[in-house]
């Protein structure tokens, strides 16, 4: 049987000499293409089909047309005097669980050493890896790793720059944009990036159920997957889409599991607030409208019951695009603008930095109009999507040595973005749910000597935010709660 690499996918054929074969038809992801004669499958069945192969004792090979490696050099960790790479106890089983199948997610909480367990997986297999991150900040801060680890040559894709080795970086977008031929190189890069490696790291992997990633994760023929996050996906059908691109969750950790050991102890203090009368009473109003809607909506789409963060989702969609839902839209906005910063959080936070003036806090915002009614209300340094990568890394330099204690962000900070110096954070509001909360909470979770956290939450009593407060944080005690 010869397995070979088609314009981003697997083309299986059998030699004129071959007398039997696996019956391929039956082999997972494999359809029939009749204008070519042949057998076809997206990329990423090519491990199951492999597999599938080899349970029928059929003897396979790579055609000519598939991409050569990236790897002109061994995949190696530095030698010599260099430090070693050392791994705690949990570090130690993640790496176990992974290596087990090495197909799979671990999901480990912010701060306590995800990027270690990735090095040691890389280490431990040794093939061509790509490494997939959402944001520049994190391509830099990957490969400043990988060279800190490994010999030779570390490649990336992003940022300006396209640069294959045997181990490489791309961000989400790059490899989303190459694989598509639209990257730099063309079709080259595309082939290289979807079949020349043979381990795909997936950083905060929660995105791999995002449709544009989703479809490239599709064409690549990569049959080791590492996927890391600390926020894995509640929703059956998207985890579902994790397990079938990246693999299945392996070993998974909550903060408070790892609290006082890997991580510093921390707690959660919830700040309750009130609305004023008048905006109490409008917030009633608007969310009875809300309510009414989705109710509605509810019992017309009965098959969505069980999904109900993209029930919400599929609902504000539908509101933006009917005559009636323009309302309900109005209403959600409304309701958002009134529990974003009222002028009781603004009091209790006002209360709050005055009482760690002297502590480096975190304050996280819900949107990046407040985070700069923030900054001048209390003369602190703001980090948004706005703030350039050269400003943005001298604030966090100036945070870290202590010449600024505050800073203020919206979601900027929530993925990637390391503060150590942080103790304190203060959460004045949020849209992103439980993964964003676990994403905030993790930035000042960082050890030190000494070192105990604490996390504010301002909270409108009365309010949807009291309900979404709770479940927020239950999911910081993962199996404790």
């Given amino acids: 049987m010869i397995i070979d690499f088609d314009r981003g996918t697997l083309l299986l054929s059998r030699p004129r000499e071959a007398v039997t074969a696996a019956p391929l038809a039956l082999a997972p992801g494999v359809l029939w293409d009749g204008r070519t004669g042949n057998f076809r499958a997206p990329g990423r069945f090519h491990r199951a089909i492999c597999s599938h192969l080899a349970s029928a004792n059929v003897d396979w090979a790579y055609g000519e047309g598939w991409p050569g490696s990236t790897s002109r050099e061994p995949i190696a960790l530095h030698g010599g005097e260099r430090e070693p790479l050392t791994l705690r106890d949990h570090q130690r089983a993640a790496l176990a669980a992974w290596l087990s199948e090495q197909w799979g997610v671990v999901a480990l909480p912010t701060g306590s050493g995800k990027t270690r367990v990735a090095l040691a997986a890389i280490a431990a297999v040794a093939v061509t890896t790509l ?3 959402p944001t520049r900040v994190l391509l830099h801060q990957w490969v400043a790793e990988l060279e800190r680890w490994f010999r030779g040559p570390i490649g990336r894709i992003g940022d300006g720059v396209c640069q294959l080795a045997g181990i490489t970086v791309a961000t989400f977008s790059s490899f989303v944009r190459s694989l598509g031929g639209a990257g730099r190189g063309g079709a080259a890069i595309a082939d290289q990036l979807a079949a020349g490696y043979d381990l795909l790291v997936i950083d905060e992997a929660h995105h791999a159920v995002e449709t544009a990633l989703r479809d490239a994760l599709d064409l690549s023929t990569a049959r080791r997957r590492l996927g890391l996050t600390a926020t894995p996906p509640t929703d059956p059908a998207a985890l579902a889409d994790l397990a079938e691109r990246v693999g299945p969750s392996v070993f998974t950790l909550a903060p408070a599991e790892l609290a006082g050991d890997a991580l510093a102890p921390f707690e959660v203090i919830v700040v309750p607030v009130a609305l004023s009368a008048d905006a109490a009473v409008g ?18 789409r009965p098959t969505e019951l069980g999904r109900t963060g993209s029930a919400w989702r599929d609902f504000v969609k539908t509101c933006h695009r009917t005559p009636w839902g323009r309302d309900v839209v109005q209403a959600i906005r409304r309701n958002e603008l009134r529990l974003a910063y009222p002028e009781s959080k603004q009091a209790a936070l006002s209360a709050l930095l005055k009482r760690h003036a002297a502590d480096r806090c975190l304050v996280f915002a819900p949107d990046n109009g407040t985070v700069y009614r923030i900054a001048r209300d209390h003369l602190c340094a703001p980090i948004t999507c706005d703030i350039g990568a050269e400003e943005r890394q001298a604030v966090l330099r100036s945070f870290e040595v202590g010449e ?3 800073l203020v962000s919206g979601r900027v900070l929530n993925e990637g973005m390391d503060v150590p110096a942080a103790g304190i954070a203060v959460i004045v509001g949020g849209r992103g749910g439980a993964r964003e909360h676990v994403q905030r909470v993790g930035r000042v979770l960082r050890p030190a000597p000494g070192k105990r956290a604490i996390v504010y939450e301002l909270v409108v009593q009365g309010t949807q935010e009291e ?14 709660s």
């Fill in 467 to 480: 309900v979404r407060s709770a479940r927020r944080n239950r999911s910081l005690f993962g199996a404790r």
């Fill in 131 to 133: 490494v997939l991150v």
């Fill in 283 to 300: 917030y009633g109003r608007d969310l009875a409208t809300i309510d009414a809607a989705w109710r509605a909506f509810r019992v017309d």
């Fill in 404 to 406: 600024l204690r505050h």
